[in-house]
DNA sequence: CGAGTTATGCTACTTCTAGTATCGATACTT
DNA sequence: AAGTATCGATACTAGAAGTAGCATAACTCG
């Protein structure tokens, strides 16, 4: 007789699926009061749930926001006949996403908080950025060290823009992006 | 009889000339502890000074940390026979001043900052971003928005890799971002 | 149904930091 | 000598990250 498809639950309380309502809480405190005042008491407030959950499933407050990055971006579209129309397909999808309400605060906020923190560097790296990469090297047939810089300069742009500014960058400057990326 | 050179003081004890003791701290300690850790405690203590001395100077951290890089960086240099030359040589000083110890930690981290903090976004666009983007529309010729969209992917690419990799961008992907922003 | 196990909510707590208040001491001008 | 503005030092408030402890809820297994 097979085992189901679930495999058999362990003992005890089961987790409250409440990550996808931390997530969409996360984003919405971060927008409506900035990354600043985004605590994380607040964000546990708006999901309904006490700061202390949130602790159990995110170590620190820079783990949680990354998580919320990594679900919210969710896997780049790599679609395209030639490098230009892929490249200008992810570089559109991806000021689109950091123009979205929250995202782009939280995602400046969590790399100004990684500046100085190795730890959450790393996690930032290795959880967010790396899949992208491999993915983009693997697309690209380009190496590693190409890609960085373009994530470096696609990124950067778009964040410092959000940083200066507080808006996300206009499409005519996206367009600038591209045209600038691709011409390299 | 002409007045002397120094205007009348006014009465009461003079400043102490302390700022240029106050900016050097503040670089050292955020270059030795980051800048997460650079309380201003710590770097009035570096300084040889009382706190309160730096708060009755500079209104914020922020406001201490964007004078320090003002102070840092001083004018930039617009040599050069053609837009070619201006151009590249600017990059290139970014990058080195980017590059310094203590210098990039404290951009990225204040630039962080400003992110949800609209008064400090103020500051750094008025005091740092927009002398230099005068002076760039002066000397090249062109308009606000061409060189606000020039500044955001040269200081946006050159504190993304700061912020990524903790470290300042190689020569040789300077070298690439020059060649990318000359070819647009 | 009862025992064991794990997650949750809640309250309280520690630690750290930005920024403020106060006050005596100091350095200057008139 | 009187007046004025700054400095150093101490103490303080407010806010936020992260932790500890405990009673309670939800589930599995026998």
Redesign the pocket.
Known sequence: MPRPATP???????????DAAVFAATLRTVHE?GY?????????AAA?????????????????ITACLVDAFGPVPLDGADREEILSAAIRWIAAKIGEPGIGAAFAGVFTDAVNDPALRQVLSTQLQDPYRLALQDTLGEPEQRVLFLIDVVVGTLLHRMGMTGEPMVDADVDALVAMVLRH
């Open positions: 058999a639950r362990t003992p005890g309380r089961p987790r409250a699926g409440v009061v600043a005042h985004a605590t994380v008491d607040r964000i546990a309904g749930i006490a700061k202390t959950t949130v602790y159990r499933r995110w170590p620190t407050k820079g783990a949680l």
